[in-house]
């Protein structure tokens, strides 16, 4: 395995990995064994990036010649690299109350040695961090411990470092809690699952299933992988995938995702996807990147922690210099304010996105959610957005002697290679009245993004698209029809040899959702939405109707894009919706782009949020958990900041023994990060038809 440095902080290093080894688990082995080196606090690999951030003590010599030689071992499925430090540190406590009880028991010489045993790891890390000139919780914790045994007061020491492990175990478990299991939101796991191998049945573990093999199936089984029927016919609920209410019959030929359940009946699955490259491993993939993508809370918070340390122990000394009482000075050093703020501030947002994706919506890390939050102006995209993307020909209207079934057939010859709905909705219309064109003759298909379509057909220059379009490629508009000017319809041109030839008059419906939507979003604050089309002025009228403030019709790409800077130039924080490919340059330069999951591979690419569910309404509902996990993080803040301050108020005064300023400290921590778990909304305004571990379509009520 071979490393390289990518990026390195005092203590923390990014390390980009090659050449690495094969086989299952590879993330989680990497971890585990990069966790078992010594000076080594934590661990993280990321597969998409091969890149691994180590948390080391500062020995970073020897460490990178220390991982190259790293062969990570083969775990059993059961490994848990968390539940493994979740348990030493249990042991570790239990046995820091063994001795404190036994210290209990003793006196003189004993007694003081087996307090100082059981306190040297924290005066361990104290030293490090004041040889690494790092004034931290660690120098804090050893300071306090070493005013306690210095004073000889063995007996508190003792408390302190147990107190400290249960505060240690206890944040651990609250993060755990905050994190485990990301995929039980998705699907229910089975360990064992039966596969089809040399013709016989087999039970296998779910880890165990290769690319390319049977899988069996029968009524309520959770499918393991993605993959294709071959053979069987079974209805499978699907909802934590697509949302669908209702299970969807699956027969040979259709495909099947990794968390789904089979409702009735029996399949053979050919395994496609396994383990890390399935749907659902991708999306849990998405979450543990996004928390890399630290919200400018999360960084304040550390910030804020760090800069408070000299402040504590400033105020230790001169608790010891104004009162003469080393205790008070071991009380005050025991209340830090950075365990709280930097746990309980990423726990609030780690929350509120693991709550989005329960309503249907991947936010793709921190800094997204606070953009999502601080969104003051809603851009949105018309087609496969606010509409059905499931658009209609609800006419064809030749022009200049061209003839209708011939206008028909020849746009459809050339729209099968443009990936648009409104392309689609002419090659179905054409398909539909028995027009076949597989064998028509045309020349090379230029393909312009969000504009259209240049050709040629039968030797004659084709163009379709926008009206603008035409008129850019230097077609004559001459004999154009007032009908091709109706309400409501979106209009796509075709030129040929530089005339028009005619137009498709076509219907794509609004979705029934969008007024609400949209009062939803301005009910919340929203000051302005925002409505931008390549379609014409009179369709783009016809969608305002919605609840637009502002509307932008026949825009390119570029001009999306040039709208949503001149919105921020006046000082909006703009969210911008779209799914498209034409889209993806507008989503790149708002304060938060928005996709839907079935929208372009690029618009996906391109979005800091995705709705994975087709249903718009997700989105207010992602806006509402969003503002009121900000406003969780700021109360957490006042919460930290006035509830430490007092304890060490009251410590200087002598109200609280170093073991009970230990334990309030400690409690205040847990407390916080406790009720940073809380749901955010209550269960009457959370997205209804949920699925036990499953992600749901969206409905909401008010805040």
């Known amino acids: 395995m071979q490393v390289r440095v990518a990026h390195e902080l005092p203590n923390r290093i990014r390390l980009e990995l090659s050449e690495l080894p094969p086989g299952p688990a590879l993330a989680q082995r990497i971890e585990h064994a990069a966790r078992s080196l010594p000076g080594v606090k934590s661990a993280s690999f990321r597969l998409r990036t091969q890149s691994l951030v180590v948390h080391h003590d500062g020995r970073r010599d020897g460490l990178l010649a220390a991982l190259e030689r790293l062969e990570p071992p083969a775990l059993p499925p059961s490994a848990s690299p968390e539940k493994d430090e979740l348990r030493e540190l249990r042991d570790d406590l239990v046995r820091s109350a063994l001795r404190a009880l036994v210290g209990q028991a003793l006196t003189g010489l004993p007694k003081a040695a087996l307090s100082l045993y059981g306190s040297l790891p924290f005066l361990l890390k104290g030293l490090r961090s004041l040889e690494a000139k790092r004034l931290d919780a ?89 993959g294709v029927v071959v053979s069987g016919r079974a209805t499978v609920d699907q909802s934590s995938m697509t949302g669908e209410s209702l299970p969807v019959l699956k027969r040979k030929g259709t495909t099947v995702y990794e968390g789904t359940t089979l409702v009735e009946g029996q399949l053979e699955v050919e395994a496609q996807r396994v383990g890390d490259e399935t749907r659902i491993s991708k999306i849990v993939r998405l979450i543990e990147q996004g928390e890399e993508q630290k919200a400018a809370s999360q960084h304040r918070a550390a910030k804020l922690a760090d800069r408070l340390v000299p402040y504590v122990l ?31 501030v990423p726990i609030s947002i780690k929350t509120c996105m693991m709550e989005a994706l329960r309503g249907g919506v991947l936010i793709r890390g921190g800094k997204y959610l606070e953009a999502l939050a601080d969104a003051d102006t809603f851009v949105f995209d018309k087609t496969g957005t606010l509409t059905e993307a499931k658009p209609k020909v609800v006419g064809v209207v030749p022009v200049n002697g061209y003839d209708r079934l011939a206008l028909l057939r020849d746009a459809a010859c050339v729209e099968e290679h443009f990936p648009h ?110 409505l931008l089309t390549g379609d014409g002025a009179a369709n783009a009228r016809r969608v305002a109707k919605a609840g637009f403030d502002e509307v932008h019709a026949e ?19 703009v969210a911008m919706v779209g799914d498209g490919i034409n889209d993806a340059p507008a989503l790149s330069v708002a304060d938060v782009g928005i996709s839907f999951q079935h929208g372009a591979d690029l618009a996906r690419e391109t979005a800091d949020v995705l709705i994975l569910r087709p249903d718009l309404r997700c989105l207010p509902h992602a806006v509402r958990l969003a503002r009121l996990a900000k406003a969780r993080v700021e109360q957490n803040f006042r919460y930290i900041v006035s509830i430490n301050s007092v304890l060490i108020a009251s410590a200087f005064l002598g109200g609280t023994p170093p073991a009970l300023s230990a334990l309030l400290h400690n409690l205040t921590t847990v407390y916080t990060s406790l009720r940073s778990l809380r749901p955010y909304l209550p269960a009457k305004h959370r997205p209804t038809g949920a699925q036990p571990g499953g992600t749901v379509a969206c409905t909401f009520g008010s805040a």
């Open 555 to 573: 825009v390119s790409p570029e001009d999306k894009a040039e709208v949503v800077r001149e919105l921020k130039r006046r000082g909006c924080r």
């Open 314 to 344: 400033s105020a230790a000394g001169l608790t010891k210099v104004a009162t003469g009482d080393s205790g008070r000075a071991a009380s005050v050093l025991l209340v830090d304010y950075s365990c709280a703020l930097k746990l309980c």
């Open 421 to 530: 709905p409104v392309a689609a909705a002419i090659v179905r219309e054409a398909a539909q009245e028995g027009l076949g064109h597989a064998e028509e003759n045309h020349g090379e298909v230029k393909y312009l993004v969000g504009h259209g379509i240049v050709s040629e057909v039968r030797g004659k220059r084709f163009v379709v698209g926008s009206r603008r379009f035409l008129v850019q490629n230097q077609v004559s508009l001459a004999g154009e029809n007032e009908v091709l000017h109706g309400e409501g319809n979106t209009v796509v041109y075709v030129g040929a040899d530089g005339c028009l030839a005619g137009a498709f008059l076509v219907e794509d419906p609004l979705r029934e959702e969008a007024p609400e939507v949209l009062s939803a979003l301005k009910a919340m604050g929203a000051a302005r939405t925002v």
């Open 138 to 226: 660690d120098l804090l914790d050893a300071a306090a411990i070493g005013v306690s045994l210095r004073m000889g007061d063995h007996k508190t020491g003792s408390v302190i470092t147990l107190l400290l492990k249960l505060g240690d175990y206890i944040r651990l478990r609250t993060e755990l809690r905050a994190r485990r299991d990301l995929t039980s939101i998705l699907a229910r796991d089975e360990r064992e699952v039966w596969v089809r191998r040399n013709g016989v049945e087999v039970r296998v573990d779910n880890h165990e299933v290769k690319v390319g093999e049977l899988v069996v199936l029968r009524q309520g089984s959770v499918v393991p992988v993605d």
